[in-house]
């Protein structure tokens, strides 16, 4: 049976303080998820372009993904699966390991920027690649390759700080949960 609607204010509600928990798991997940898209990219860009050379590629390139994945599988256990705790401890890991992947990051793109001459630079690399390849206009595929390689950088940086950041906001609201 029904009401009329007149018992609302009698009827049980859930507190802001546990939407906001679930909502920050949800978001954390969605990062979580993004970061492993990104590793996945930030591999192919630094990996396929000195493969294609017959060169091996930077040592960064190991080490960046390798913080990524730890901080992956501890950032999907700090969330928890499904209705399960947030695991506090390894929240905090994978905000730590985001920090290290956010100066790693950092460090890369400011190697990539200024350490690498311009004419040895994977944006450059990749249009001579692609003209060979296709004939494609050597300029335009430099071009697209420097904004790949920005946005690369772009997005490297905002999800690691994002990461780090919702995992703080999660232990928080999750400790605030319990008392």
């Given at each position: 049976t029904g009401t009329d609607g007149?018992?609302?204010?009698?009827?049980?509600?859930?507190?802001?303080?546990?939407?906001?928990?679930?909502?920050?798991?949800?978001?954390?997940?969605?990062?979580?998820?993004?970061?492993?898209?990104?590793?996945?990219?930030?591999?192919?860009?630094?990996?396929?372009?000195?493969?294609?050379?017959?060169?091996?590629?930077?040592?960064?390139?190991?080490?960046?993904?390798?913080?990524?994945?730890?901080?992956?599988?501890?950032?999907?256990?700090?969330?928890?699966?499904?209705?399960?705790?947030?695991?506090?401890?390894?929240?905090?890991?994978?905000?730590?390991?985001?920090?290290?992947?956010?100066?790693?990051?950092?460090?890369n793109a400011f190697i990539m920027q200024t350490r690498v001459h311009y004419a040895e630079s994977y944006p450059a690399r990749f249009g001579t690649a692609m003209q060979q390849k296709f004939g494609v206009d050597q300029s335009l595929m430099q071009a697209v390759g420097t904004m790949l390689e920005g946005c690369l950088h772009t997005s490297g940086f905002l999800l690691q700080a994002l990461g780090a950041y919702l995992a703080i906001s999660l232990k928080s609201l999750a400790q605030t949960k319990r008392q």
């Open positions: 007149s018992d609302h204010q009698y009827r049980m509600v859930v507190e802001k303080k546990y939407h906001k928990v679930a909502d920050t798991k949800k978001r954390l997940r969605t990062l979580i998820a993004l970061q492993a898209l990104y590793y996945g990219c930030f591999i192919a860009w630094n990996c396929g372009i000195p493969l294609t050379e017959g060169q091996r590629p930077a040592p960064v390139v190991g080490v960046m993904p390798a913080v990524g994945f730890l901080a992956l599988i501890a950032g999907r256990k700090g969330v928890g699966y499904g209705n399960e705790r947030s695991n506090g401890t390894a929240l905090l890991g994978y905000a730590f390991l985001s920090a290290v992947g956010f100066a790693l990051a950092l460090g």
